[in-house]
């Protein structure tokens, strides 16, 4: 029963309709949600990632002493960042 459960929320937020509980439940389970969207891979098309917190001190970088949220697919390995505001 859980796992259909869990099935209509994966779906109801692929099709940008899930509410918010779906989408806090979906992320307690290790997806990435931003903006109120599930997000997969846009290398792949994976939707698993592991999370390391990262120092933004790099010159490429303008504001020094920032962090960001860095996102690592696990099946293709392709890495985004997500800039803590």
């Known amino acids: 029963m859980e796992r259909e ?3 209509k929320r994966y779906a109801a937020a692929l099709r940008g309709e899930a509410s918010q ?3 806090r439940q979906l992320e307690s389970d ?3 949600i931003a903006g109120d969207r599930l997000i997969l891979c846009p290398v792949c098309g994976h939707d698993r990632f592991d999370q390391q917190r990262r120092s933004m001190t790099n ?4 504001t020094t002493g920032s962090s960001a949220d860095t996102r690592i697919c ?3 390995t392709n890495v985004m960042w997500f800039a803590r505001g």
Request: glycine content about 6%; some cysteine.
């Open 30 to 32: 290790g997806y990435l």
């Open 74 to 76: 696990q099946r293709c």
């Open 59 to 62: 010159p490429v970088f303008t």
């Open 21 to 23: 509980d779906d989408l």
């Open 5 to 7: 459960a869990a099935e």
